[in-house]
């Protein structure tokens, strides 16, 4: 054991070991080895290590703020975050218990929190493919809102297993009342852009139906998200999202052939279309999109990607690879971190960061439609720094590269995204 391994178990060693106490459906016993467990330890250790190897091997970290903190959640569970020896609701931040703890671990990818109270008692606040579960007095009992089944990959036999299980969880704590948000104190309302790289998450772990309801209910070709404008791109991405659910017989497939012309325009290759996405013209990155959409639903497909130069272009790394005019390209890597991520995936490059904290490891910073005073319930620094911690398609795209890099399979539960045989 090294050092900090000492420093850790030291750090929990504080009180009674916990006692095996007869089981019950909502209060299994504990083991008698006691909640702090070598194994969880040393989780952190690789964690960490993980971290460091791969801040070198890719784009380095960004600075966010030094405040430890921890969600619990995913899926569709109640929402609650830690900080402080505090469990709260989220995103209200009303105070569920609390604890007076003289020593803290957070261990983000065994998504657990270890505390060692001055009054010498161990807690454990964990959560597992069942449910969110507090630990302590020998009991262990489930936070209210939170049981109910999702798929939590190990990713064992891949390089940097760690950080792609906190990355998963990253994407996942942000489905928020069965919709799939950037970050759920900063948007309520789901974006298509950004749900449509969660969903090539979810199905590329088994958990799609965790948004399936939201899918089928989709009426509106549009999420009339920045500043109300009817973007180019959704058209494709919503026919991906329906594709994820259910079949070309959906009521939003058909408002969306009726929209495809209005954006229509003629080049050398053919047909494709152009319009606004983020405030500017995008033609082949929303034909790509488009495209395929298209395919995904088994619907025929007559445009052709233009030949002209795109910054979005490379930010669609699903296909059409070699359909791209290289010229200036969308590779913010400070505040808006997902649009480097992805052009490094479509380049075959590593040069992106991530954050330099154990958690969250993903940000958006300064968005133009964000609602940054709800996050201040985390710690005020975030509303006065206008950033978003963590945000689902920057942890979708280092989730999704990593996968891609790796090719194996995730586990016997898991499907890859169509037209992605390489995951």
């Not at 109300?228 to 009521?251: K, M, V, Y």
Request: charged share 20%.
């Amino acid at each position: 054991m090294n050092f900090k391994q000492v420093v850790l178990t030291m750090a929990l060693a504080v009180g009674s070991p916990y006692l095996a106490k007869a089981a019950s459906p909502e209060q299994p016993s504990i083991p008698a080895s006691g909640i702090a467990t070598s194994a969880e330890l040393q989780a952190l250790e690789h964690y960490r290590a993980d971290l460091d190897t791969f801040r070198k091997d890719y784009g380095g970290s960004r600075d966010l703020p030094n405040i430890p903190f921890f969600q619990f959640g995913m899926g569709s569970r109640a929402k609650h975050f830690f900080k402080d020896g505090a469990l709260c609701e989220a995103p209200g931040g009303k105070v569920l218990r609390r604890w007076d703890a003289t020593n803290t671990i957070i261990v983000p990818p065994a998504y657990t929190v270890f505390m060692a109270t001055r009054d010498g008692r161990q807690v454990r606040i964990v959560e597992d493919e069942q449910g969110v579960w507090i630990e302590e007095d020998g009991k262990r009992q489930a936070l209210e809102g939170t049981r109910s089944s999702l798929h939590l990959p190990k990713f064992e036999a891949r390089p940097f297993s760690s950080i792609l299980r906190v990355l998963h969880h990253e994407v996942l704590i942000n489905i928020f009342e069965g919709r799939p948000v950037p970050n759920f104190y900063v948007y309520r309302k789901p974006w298509y852009r950004d749900g449509a790289m969660m969903a090539l998450c979810l199905k590329a772990t088994g958990n799609l139906d965790l948004i399936r309801g939201w899918i089928l209910g989709l009426s509106e070709p549009y999420d009339h998200n920045n500043a109300g404008e009817s973007e180019a791109d959704n058209l494709g991405q919503s026919l991906f999202l329906i594709s994820c659910a259910t079949n070309q017989a959906h009521p939003l497939v058909s408002k969306v052939l009726l929209e495809m012309p209005k954006f229509e325009a003629s080049g050398p290759e053919g047909v494709y279309i152009r319009g606004r996405s983020d405030f500017a013209e995008h033609p082949a990155y929303q034909t790509k999109w488009l495209k395929y959409g298209l395919r995904a639903l088994g619907l025929e497909d007559r445009y052709s990607i233009p030949s002209i130069p795109d910054s979005y272009s490379s930010l669609f790394w699903m296909d059409y690879r070699d359909r791209h005019v290289a010229g200036t390209e969308a590779i913010d890597r400070n505040l808006y971190p997902y649009l480097g991520w992805a052009t490094d995936h479509f380049q075959g490059k590593r040069l992106s960061p991530i954050s330099n904290r154990d958690y969250p490891l993903t940000w958006e910073i300064q968005a133009s439609q964000a609602n940054y005073s709800g996050v201040s319930v985390i710690d005020p620094v975030f509303t006065k720094q206008k950033t978003a911690a963590p945000h689902t398609w920057h942890a979708a795209e280092v989730f999704l590269y990593l996968l891609e890099s790796s090719p194996r399979a995730v586990d016997s539960k898991t499907t890859p995204p169509p037209n992605h045989p390489s995951l």
